[in-house]
């Protein structure tokens, strides 16, 4: 553990141990797809925090990608289907 972060941590129940860091490191691994087909190989926290970020970042450019898709669907599409498909997504 770094000194920095002994010396930041404060008394309590809300102390996390490098146990419980190195666990939730662990978990967050294996929920990105790339890092999860390589769960044999030992990757720093950092680096599972660098790829943790770049995954997110990639899911909204998805996400807005998508949603402009589907604006464009809806806007050429006759109002009664696009009712429908609206109606279908907000439930």
Excluded at 18 to 38: G, H, Y
Excluded at 45 to 53: D, G, P, R, S
Excluded at 80 to 86: E, G, K, N, P
């Amino acid at each position: 553990m770094s000194s920095r972060r002994s010396r930041s941590r404060h008394s309590g129940s809300s102390r996390i141990t490098d146990d419980q860091i190195n666990e939730l490191v662990s978990k967050l691994q294996q929920l990105l797809p790339e890092m999860n087909t390589r769960l044999s190989d030992k990757r720093s926290a950092a680096n599972v925090l660098q790829e943790t970020c770049n995954y997110i970042r990639s899911l909204h450019r998805e996400v807005d990608d998508l949603s402009e898709r589907l604006s464009e669907l809806l806007a050429n599409t006759d109002t009664t289907q696009a009712a429908l498909i609206r109606r279908l997504l907000t439930q």
